[in-house]
């Protein structure tokens, strides 16, 4: 099996390698970035191409090949390697909402990535725990409105991002300053931002839209009520999400827990049973890198109906969020040796 990582070098690219390298453990890699280089891993020296190589007719053709870029050069690249013969996972925006392109969450909707399907969207890293979590309670009483917060890490920006964001964190903690002078008020170090990227006329940013609109998608649900407000707040990796829900039937806290709890009906949702959320934070997301960690889970103070509830998410947005969740979706074209990291949890 010939596997190619597009943004191998990347913080999604990195984790991809490294679940690769687990799941088809047999495979010929190959890498590549903006530039070639040669990386160290795990005691190896790896070669990374640069990704215009691919153009070149010396480009290697290849079973499966998964794209970690920016938007723009996930569209300048996917449709070359579908020309080389991969099946494609892309990471990007590019495709989510294309209707041809189905938009996949393992343990969600898999099952839309039949034999005849070569590009799968990955969807965004607030997408995938969300629906992970979401997907159970609206099968079994159905959802009629879903708000959500974020609090998104500066991972999710990207390498050069976050490694900005440590520098200054250091730099500015170093300072003997107890109400922040030293940091910069529209800077990500020790702040908390809106993620405001692409605020479009509807006064929503791209971040926020996407959530809602990948959410109606994968959950098969055009008509939800969902709406979402995103900020990010100076955290390094996990993202953490406060829902307000209703469902159309009736149900119970303890009904809600349960069915969260039930690995065959919500695959790969961890639960923190109980109103307090102990132990549930996005730092222990980073200890169980590969779940969506669901708790806090509580009946509104004013829900005489049994329909209206409030609840926490968390999920790692490098792993859960990204790596894994294309991992898993590809397993579904290629069995992976572990099991951890197949495509539904059974199987
Ligand atoms: N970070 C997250 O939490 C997260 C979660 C879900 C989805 N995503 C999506 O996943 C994608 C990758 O995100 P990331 O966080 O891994 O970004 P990143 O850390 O900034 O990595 C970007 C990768 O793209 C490569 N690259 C940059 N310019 C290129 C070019 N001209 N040609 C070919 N390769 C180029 C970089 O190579 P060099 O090292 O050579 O520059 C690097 O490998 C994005 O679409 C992002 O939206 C990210």
Not at 33 to 54: C, H, M, N, P
Not at 217 to 243: F, M, N, T, W
Not at 301 to 323: I, Q
């Amino acid at each position: 099996m010939e596997i190619c990582i597009l943004g191998a070098t990347g913080l999604v690219g990195t984790e991809l390698l490294a679940l690769v390298e687990r799941a088809w453990p047999d495979a010929t890699l190959h890498l590549f970035a903006s530039r070639s280089r040669e990386i160290s891993r795990a005691g190896a020296t790896l070669t990374v191409r640069a990704a215009s190589d691919l153009e070149g007719p010396d480009a290697p053709r290849g079973d499966l090949a998964f794209v970690a870029l920016d938007d723009d050069h996930s569209a300048h690249y996917c449709p070359r390697l579908l020309e080389l013969g991969y099946r494609v996972i892309d990471k990007s925006n590019t495709y989510r909402l294309d209707p041809h392109v189905p938009l996949v969450v393992a343990g969600v909707n898999h099952q839309e990535v039949r034999e005849g399907v070569r590009l799968v969207a990955n969807p965004n890293c607030t997408t995938i725990p969300l629906t992970l979590a979401l997907a159970p309670i609206h099968r079994r009483w159905g959802l009629a409105s879903v708000q959500v917060s974020t609090y998104q890490a500066i991972s999710g920006a990207g390498a050069t991002t976050l490694d900005d964001f440590l520098e200054q964190s250091k730099t500015g903690y170093a300072q003997p300053d107890r109400l922040g002078a030293p940091f910069d008020p529209s800077g990500y170090a020790a702040n908390v931002v809106p993620h405001a990227g692409n605020t479009d006329a509807t006064g929503f940013s791209s971040e926020e839209l996407k959530l809602v609109r990948e959410s109606r998608k994968i959950l098969a649900a055009e008509g939800l009520d969902v709406s979402a407000q995103c900020c990010r707040v100076p955290v390094a990796v996990g993202h953490y999400e406060q829902l307000w829900l209703t469902t159309k039937r009736p149900t119970s806290l303890e009904n809600l827990e349960t069915l969260l709890a039930d690995g065959a009906r919500a695959p790969w949702v961890r639960v923190y049973r109980g109103a307090s959320g102990q132990g549930l934070s996005s730092l222990a997301a980073t200890e169980h890198r590969d779940e969506a960690l669901a708790g806090r889970v509580r009946a509104r103070l004013d829900d005489t109906t049994g329909t209206r509830y409030c609840m926490t998410v968390a999920a790692d947005n490098l792993r859960l969020g990204a790596a894994t969740n294309a991992v898993r979706v590809a397993a579904s074209w290629f069995p992976s040796a572990d099991a951890a990291l197949a495509s539904t949890p059974s199987s």
